[in-house]
């Protein structure tokens, strides 16, 4: 009967033919691995600490050297102009502004500048005193100030005697420059004839006086600012001779025939040496001289300029 199929449930024979079951057991797959008990020391936890530090110490030298040799080997790059700097923090440049200002050398003030700004510093804390404080700062004020106004006093004491004696020496120079002019007046007033003096002098001299005599004569004494030149007189007194009269009283009998004429503008002047003679409206003028400092030139010049 092994063709003929049978409509009864089958049943297996034994447990082993029989369908499997769902395990009753924990799966260690997916059991979490319990943690570890084990208590760190603190030596150990030091060692860690350390170990850490140096790894990232020796992190940080990497970076450092990196970005190195990244900017050294990078091209140069050109400076920024004024326009594209970047603007600086306030903070920094308040920190700049202090460091300038506490490295710059104090300013050296002259003993004028420190009375000033002591002078200021009271003007502007004497509003805020009281009576007997604002006192105070006055009489500290006047002794600043008053040194230097008696110092002005003083000064302008000076320049006025200064002044004087400017003034004084200045007028003596003109009466001394005028004093010859003056005493000619005068003894020509006392003598009858008026004296005249040359217009024409030779460089360097100058007249030094004049001398009158009861008689009438009348004398004047010029000499050289250099002593080696000389001097010379011009000696003035009223006569009677005219030309001839004088070359025959004075000329031949003082210089013998060792004598020169000269004319000009109706004036005979006779010369020898560094001496001269001549009459000239009735006045008789006689030069001499100490050394022979004079030329004919000079003799000339002096005559008719008188």
């Known amino acids: ?46 060692a860690l600490a350390a170990e850490r530090r140096a790894q990232l110490a020796a992190e940080l030298n990497r970076k450092h050297l990196l970005a190195i040799q990244q900017k050294t080997s990078a091209p140069a790059k050109k400076s920024p102009t004024p326009a594209e700097k970047p603007a600086a923090h306030p903070i920094q440049a308040s920190v700049n ?117 009861k008689s009438g004569k009348i004398t004047l004494t010029y000499v050289n600012s250099d002593s080696d030149q000389g001097s010379f007189t011009i000696t003035q007194e009223k006569s009677s001779w005219n030309t001839a009269a004088l070359l025959t009283n004075f000329v031949k009998p003082t210089w013998d025939n060792n004598y020169s004429t000269t004319r000009e503008g109706g004036l005979t002047i006779y010369i020898s040496g560094s001496n001269a003679a001549w009459v000239n409206g009735g006045i008789f003028y006689l030069i001499e001289a100490s050394s022979n400092n004079l030329t004919m030139s000079d003799l000339h010049d002096i005559a008719i300029s008188i």
């Open 97 to 213: 502004s202090r460091r300038a200002t506490t490295s710059a050398p104090p300013q050296q003030l002259n003993a004028r500048q420190l009375k000033e700004q002591a002078v200021k510093r009271a003007l502007a804390s004497v509003q805020h005193l009281s009576p007997k404080q604002a006192t105070l700062v006055e009489e500290q004020m006047a002794e600043i100030i008053g040194p230097k106004k008696r110092f002005w006093r003083r000064k302008k004491f000076v320049l006025t005697l200064a002044i004087s004696v400017v003034s004084v020496a200045f007028l003596g120079f003109l009466v001394y420059r005028n004093l010859p002019d003056i005493i000619s007046q005068v003894t020509a007033r006392s003598s009858g004839i008026e004296a005249s003096t040359p217009a024409y002098m030779p460089k360097g001299y100058y007249r030094e006086s004049i001398y009158s005599e």
């Open 1 to 46: 009967m092994d063709g003929i199929k049978s409509n009864s449930p089958h049943h297996p024979s034994s447990t082993a033919h029989r369908s499997l079951q769902k395990s009753t057991t924990l799966n260690r797959k997916f059991v979490k691995k319990p943690a570890s008990t084990r208590v760190i020391k603190s030596s150990e936890k030091a």
